[in-house]
Every structure is written in structure tokens, then in C-alpha cells.
Nanobody, 115 residues
């Protein structure tokens, strides 16, 4: 079965950095588009960044220039490097993959940015 395991969240001060990791299993990772989403309290889940099998990336406007998504196909892992963090980035971050017709999610990792 498909499993996504996020790690790397934590508490950081504004301006700091964190690197999230998502280890995937049960999919042909190198052919999969991977995504990072986040959900803040009282808000809808939103796309943060995605990366295709050939390395094309897409970012939410709010994180452009501060976050970078990357992948290591040898390790079946996708990363989210988050720099210049802001209190507004506080949320639970989820890893996502779609294996049609179903979308799969990890358990999420909490990121808290203090001002």
C-alpha cells in the first residue's frame, strides 16, 4: 500500500529555516508528481509546492523565493527546504501523491514559527 512519512517539522523563530522530508513507498516514485500541502488552524488545506517526475516545480505565491522543493529518486524521498520562515507559515505540512484515482497523504508534520 502507499505510505508517505513526513519528518523535519518543529518550532523555529521567524527568519529561521527548516527542511521537511517525505519518504514514500508503495508507488513508482520516479514517475510520480509529489506535492507538499499545508493546513493552518481554521483554514483550508493549500498547495505549497509540487515537483514532477522530470523535476518541474510549482510554488504558491506566498512561498516563492523562500521555499524549495526537491527530490531524490534513489531514496524515494521528496524534500521541502523552507527559509526565511514567517509566523504565517505556521501549519501542519502534508506530503501528497496521486495514484489515480486516489490521492494519498502522509500523517503531517507540525511547523510552528514564532515571532
Amino acid at each position: 500500500q502507499v505510505q508517505l512519512a513526513e519528518s523535519g517539522g518543529g518550532l523555529v523563530q521567524a527568519g529561521g529555516s527548516l527542511r521537511l522530508s517525505c519518504a514514500a513507498s508503495g508507488i513508482v516514485f520516479r514517475f510520480s508528481t509529489m506535492g507538499w500541502y499545508r493546513q493552518a488552524p481554521g483554514k483550508q488545506r493549500e498547495l505549497v509546492a509540487s515537483i514532477t517526475s522530470v523535476g518541474s516545480t510549482n510554488y504558491a505565491d506566498s512561498v516563492k523565493g523562500r521555499f524549495a522543493i526537491s527530490r531524490d529518486n534513489a531514496k524515494n524521498t521528496v524534500y521541502l527546504q523552507m527559509d526565511s520562515l514567517e509566523p504565517e507559515d505556521t501549519a501542519v505540512y502534508y506530503c501528497n501523491v496521486v495514484r489515480a484515482p486516489q490521492a494519498y497523504w502522509g500523517q503531517g508534520t507540525q511547523v510552528t514559527v514564532s515571532s
